[in-house]
């Protein structure tokens, strides 16, 4: 039976993962109040210097591969992953040959993908691309990665997130959704403190869609803010100017702490020469009115001349080096799963069921397939326990049924002891329909609300890392206490099966038709729900970083895990309360 699954898992690894938005910058730190900042995880090499014994017990895996349902499943499942894989391909083109090849031939530029290559250790190995379906299929169009392609990758070992414009698409212009993107990016900065890199080559704002993207709070001019905001919090800032930097645009590099522009190719300006010509009848030249010579000698908007693109990465790189921040040294020594993670393709039914599934499931995950339970007898529709993901100390809690009253009892008890062993939290999300409904027991249900508010508010105020997998179903209010985006996981991803509304959308439907009064809207109702809950179409909105393939999993986990202990192994920065001030 495994050739059968060998013959179907010539899947195309799908590295890369996707989003939504910074909704609200937080308030300054003066002292870092993150408890688990101080203190490196634990990893399993410093586990196994203690003691030579492997911790924990193996889960039982075993699966019959040739089972009816696996086949059907597995058959499914890695069409939707092949599916996936061929809109990140196009995704990946940016805005398509003809635009690439002016963009390289006539602009004499490189394309973002390169230039991550030439400012990254290893873009096509280690860079966790976030929110690439982002702007995918909108109702204004297709914006491939929202013209602006952005993730967290390594420079000199330094974990750093990168916003990086694609100028191949319509100029490299500010979508709705790309201004979202970026908000984001920001927001996973501050909550990581991470290092932000702007790589900018950008028209500004799309100009028809303007009043979606200028007046609102959370509108284009919140990017400028929080990049003060992240500044005084000690966030340091980079800005690379390789092309144009318009308007609003104009302030992403003036505001950072540093920035870089490329000679004949960077330009920063309020108004482009047309404007200049409408206002005043004079006709000026890109590189006189902003170009690099203007910023590095004379306005001090730029600190650093690069004669050449390369070497503008290569400064950049420079200045990462200079921001004193140790990088992680991620742990060694530790085991694969003892089952194949392709067979997870044939574990999530194609309603997005896994109940009975999770520990099979978590066996394909966790090093060397052990686990250390906690409370296994009781609340048994939610597993907890600890594991290590590649030498990562983690808590799991993952989905095994309904989250009923002791499910949702023992999550909160399990999510306590990971804040209180500085632990970060994983969350395995697929919630299964309530039985208490169907059984009529109203006492029981409503006993239920308050354990899963119980849950919920636990998870809400954890300051340890949380990381949320929607890995089936993601419906409703138990969702909640499961970590869904609104409980601001640090990062949060779908498999491509998976679903994610207010309810399940067959039912959804037929409420919403018997509400309305038009019973015949049933049937729209339901296509139009079904296609709004699908993976996708929450990723292209940014209500998750990304759809990941199941057989992804375990590696995009420990990228995160690696992530965040690079905040874990460094000194809270020190606070200045503003920014850094460009004088
Ligand atoms: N809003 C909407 N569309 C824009 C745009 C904007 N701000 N800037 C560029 N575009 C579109 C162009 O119309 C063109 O569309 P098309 O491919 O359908 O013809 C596409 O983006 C590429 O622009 P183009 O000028 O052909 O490319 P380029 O590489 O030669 O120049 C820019 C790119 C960004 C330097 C140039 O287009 C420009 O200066 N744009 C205006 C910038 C501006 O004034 N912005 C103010 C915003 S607040």
């Given at each position: 039976m495994t050739t059968f699954v060998q013959i179907l898992c010539k899947i195309r690894s799908p590295r890369l993962p996707f989003p939504s938005s910074l909704s609200e910058t937080k308030k300054l730190r003066?002292?870092?109040?993150?408890?688990?900042?101080c203190a490196q995880f634990r990893t399993c090499s410093g586990a196994a210097s203690k003691s030579s014994e492997t911790p924990f017990v193996p889960l039982e895996g075993e699966i019959d591969t040739g089972h009816v349902d696996f086949q059907a499943n597995f058959v499914h499942n890695y069409q939707l992953n092949d599916q996936l894989q061929e809109i990140l391909g196009i995704v990946q083109a940016g805005g398509g040959e003809r635009s690439l090849k002016k963009h390289t031939e006539v602009n004499k530029k490189i394309f973002v993908r390169d230039r991550l290559r030439l400012l990254l250790d290893d873009y096509d190995n280690e860079f966790l691309e976030l929110s690439s379906l982002a702007g995918w299929d909108m109702e204004y169009g297709r914006i491939p990665a929202a013209s602006n392609v952005c993730g967290v990758g390594k420079v000199r070992g330094t974990w750093c997130t990168v916003s990086a414009s694609d100028a191949t698409i319509k100029g490299g212009t500010s979508y709705p959704i790309t201004v979202n993107k970026q908000l984001r990016m920001q927001e996973i900065c501050q909550q990581n403190s991470l290092p932000a890199i702007y790589i900018i080559d950008s028209g500004g704002a799309f100009l028809p869609l303007q009043s979606e993207i200028f007046p609102?709070?959370?509108?284009?001019g919140r990017v400028f803010y929080n990049e003060a905001v992240l500044s005084a919090q000690g966030i340091s800032q980079l800005a690379i100017v390789c092309g144009s930097c318009t308007a609003g645009g104009a302030y992403v590099p003036t505001m950072a702490d540093e920035a870089i522009i490329m000679h004949k190719i960077g330009t920063i300006f309020l108004g482009g020469p047309p404007l200049v010509q409408a206002a005043t009848g004079e006709r000026v030249t890109s590189e006189d009115l902003g170009g690099a010579t203007l910023h590095c000698r004379v306005s001090g908007c730029t600190d650093h001349f690069a004669a050449t693109e390369e070497e503008g990465f290569a400064m950049g790189r420079d200045s990462i080096s200079t921001l004193n921040i140790t990088p992680p040294s991620d742990p060694v020594g530790w085991k694969e799963p003892l089952y194949s993670q392709d067979e997870l393709l044939g574990l999530v039914s194609q309603s997005g069921e896994v109940k009975g599934q999770m520990r099979k499931i978590l066996a394909r995950l966790v090093d060397g397939s052990r686990f250390h339970e906690?409370?296994?007898?009781?609340?048994?529709t939610l597993i907890s326990g600890f594991a290590f993901v590649k030498g990562h100390l983690v808590g799991i809690v993952a989905n095994d049924g309904e989250l009923s009253h002791d499910a949702a009892i023992k999550g909160a008890h399990f999510a306590e002891l990971c804040q209180h062993r500085n632990i970060p939290l994983i969350f395995l999300q697929s919630v299964s329909e309530d039985e208490s409904w169907a059984e009529g027991n109203y006492e029981l249900i409503a006993e239920t609300l308050k354990a899963r508010a119980k849950m919920a508010a636990v998870v809400a105020c954890m300051t340890v890392p949380k990381i949320t997998v929607i890995v089936g179903k993601s419906y409703g209010s138990s969702s909640f206490a499961m970590c869904s985006n609104s409980f601001d996981p640090r990062f949060v991803f779908m498999w491509p099966n998976a679903r994610v509304g207010l309810h399940n959308p067959e039912e959804m439907a037929t409420l919403a038709a018997q509400e309305s009064g038009k019973p015949e809207m049933e049937e729209k109702l339901r296509e139009k729900f079904q296609k709004q809950s699908t993976a996708v179409f929450a990723s292209s909105r940014m209500w998750n970083d990304g759809v990941i393939a199941p057989q992804d999993t375990r590696n995009v986990l420990s990228q995160c895990l690696s992530i965040l202990s690079q905040q874990a192994c460094n000194e809270p920065y020190t606070y200045q309360d503003r920014a850094v001030l460009r004088m």
């Amino acid at each position: 039976m495994t050739t059968f699954v060998q013959i179907l898992c010539k899947i195309r690894s799908p590295r890369l993962p996707f989003p939504s938005s910074l909704s609200e910058t937080k308030k300054l730190r003066k002292t870092p109040s993150v408890p688990w900042q101080c203190a490196q995880f634990r990893t399993c090499s410093g586990a196994a210097s203690k003691s030579s014994e492997t911790p924990f017990v193996p889960l039982e895996g075993e699966i019959d591969t040739g089972h009816v349902d696996f086949q059907a499943n597995f058959v499914h499942n890695y069409q939707l992953n092949d599916q996936l894989q061929e809109i990140l391909g196009i995704v990946q083109a940016g805005g398509g040959e003809r635009s690439l090849k002016k963009h390289t031939e006539v602009n004499k530029k490189i394309f973002v993908r390169d230039r991550l290559r030439l400012l990254l250790d290893d873009y096509d190995n280690e860079f966790l691309e976030l929110s690439s379906l982002a702007g995918w299929d909108m109702e204004y169009g297709r914006i491939p990665a929202a013209s602006n392609v952005c993730g967290v990758g390594k420079v000199r070992g330094t974990w750093c997130t990168v916003s990086a414009s694609d100028a191949t698409i319509k100029g490299g212009t500010s979508y709705p959704i790309t201004v979202n993107k970026q908000l984001r990016m920001q927001e996973i900065c501050q909550q990581n403190s991470l290092p932000a890199i702007y790589i900018i080559d950008s028209g500004g704002a799309f100009l028809p869609l303007q009043s979606e993207i200028f007046p609102d709070k959370n509108h284009g001019g919140r990017v400028f803010y929080n990049e003060a905001v992240l500044s005084a919090q000690g966030i340091s800032q980079l800005a690379i100017v390789c092309g144009s930097c318009t308007a609003g645009g104009a302030y992403v590099p003036t505001m950072a702490d540093e920035a870089i522009i490329m000679h004949k190719i960077g330009t920063i300006f309020l108004g482009g020469p047309p404007l200049v010509q409408a206002a005043t009848g004079e006709r000026v030249t890109s590189e006189d009115l902003g170009g690099a010579t203007l910023h590095c000698r004379v306005s001090g908007c730029t600190d650093h001349f690069a004669a050449t693109e390369e070497e503008g990465f290569a400064m950049g790189r420079d200045s990462i080096s200079t921001l004193n921040i140790t990088p992680p040294s991620d742990p060694v020594g530790w085991k694969e799963p003892l089952y194949s993670q392709d067979e997870l393709l044939g574990l999530v039914s194609q309603s997005g069921e896994v109940k009975g599934q999770m520990r099979k499931i978590l066996a394909r995950l966790v090093d060397g397939s052990r686990f250390h339970e906690f409370k296994k007898l009781y609340g048994t529709t939610l597993i907890s326990g600890f594991a290590f993901v590649k030498g990562h100390l983690v808590g799991i809690v993952a989905n095994d049924g309904e989250l009923s009253h002791d499910a949702a009892i023992k999550g909160a008890h399990f999510a306590e002891l990971c804040q209180h062993r500085n632990i970060p939290l994983i969350f395995l999300q697929s919630v299964s329909e309530d039985e208490s409904w169907a059984e009529g027991n109203y006492e029981l249900i409503a006993e239920t609300l308050k354990a899963r508010a119980k849950m919920a508010a636990v998870v809400a105020c954890m300051t340890v890392p949380k990381i949320t997998v929607i890995v089936g179903k993601s419906y409703g209010s138990s969702s909640f206490a499961m970590c869904s985006n609104s409980f601001d996981p640090r990062f949060v991803f779908m498999w491509p099966n998976a679903r994610v509304g207010l309810h399940n959308p067959e039912e959804m439907a037929t409420l919403a038709a018997q509400e309305s009064g038009k019973p015949e809207m049933e049937e729209k109702l339901r296509e139009k729900f079904q296609k709004q809950s699908t993976a996708v179409f929450a990723s292209s909105r940014m209500w998750n970083d990304g759809v990941i393939a199941p057989q992804d999993t375990r590696n995009v986990l420990s990228q995160c895990l690696s992530i965040l202990s690079q905040q874990a192994c460094n000194e809270p920065y020190t606070y200045q309360d503003r920014a850094v001030l460009r004088m």
